[in-house]
């Protein structure tokens, strides 16, 4: 992904992974064709054997879980830390920010243990525990997804 303003480029993995494990909502947005769809999720984050990966998941119905298993494949996006750096003068208004974007291939996991796996990181996303237990019944009627990062790339203006 190319980035205009390379002075604000955050490139180290580590210091990515935090600004992620930061933020409490993330965006999924498809092209549907010419109509664009983006949703505000909870998510699950996790960085194994060298690649990237967010949870999501649902009912096991509704346009989110459509175009999931559809297209396979969608664009993301979170920030944290959006404040105003006022001044005297109306353009020199700027924004303090983290955020990060990117893209990715989407599978849904079906065997129940890789559903109870990402529903564990998405756990330990909103609560800081992965040591949670899931009744049969609720892994039946809940689909669980994971999008593969293919391209990421993260900002930082202070």
């Given at each position: 992904m190319?980035?205009?303003?390379?002075?604000?480029?955050?490139?180290?993995?580590?210091?990515?992974?935090?600004?992620i494990q930061g933020c409490d909502c993330w965006r999924l947005a498809f092209a549907d064709g010419t109509h664009p769809y983006i949703i505000p999720l909870n998510f699950g984050y996790e960085r194994?054997?060298?690649?990237?990966?967010?949870?999501?998941?649902?009912?096991?119905?509704?346009?989110?879980?459509d175009l999931?298993?559809?297209?396979?494949?969608?664009?993301?996006?979170?920030?944290?830390?959006?404040?105003?750096?006022?001044?005297?003068?109306?353009?020199d208004f700027s924004m303090r920010y983290q955020s990060v974007v990117g893209e990715g291939e989407i599978t849904e996991l079906i065997d129940e243990k890789e559903k109870t796996e990402g529903l564990q990181v998405i756990m330990k996303q909103i609560t800081g525990r992965a040591d949670w237990e899931f009744k049969e019944s609720v892994?039946?009627?809940?689909?669980?997804?994971?999008?593969?990062?293919?391209?990421?790339?993260?900002r930082e203006h202070s």
């Open positions: 190319e980035m205009r303003r390379k002075d604000l480029a955050v490139t180290d993995p580590a210091r990515i992974d935090e600004i194994k054997e060298g690649k990237q990966y967010f949870y999501f998941h649902g009912a096991a119905v509704g346009r989110k879980v999931s298993r559809r297209l396979g494949y969608a664009g993301f996006e979170l920030d944290r830390y959006r404040t105003v750096n006022p001044s005297d003068t109306a353009c892994l039946a009627k809940t689909c669980v997804f994971r999008l593969e990062v293919k391209e990421i790339s993260a």
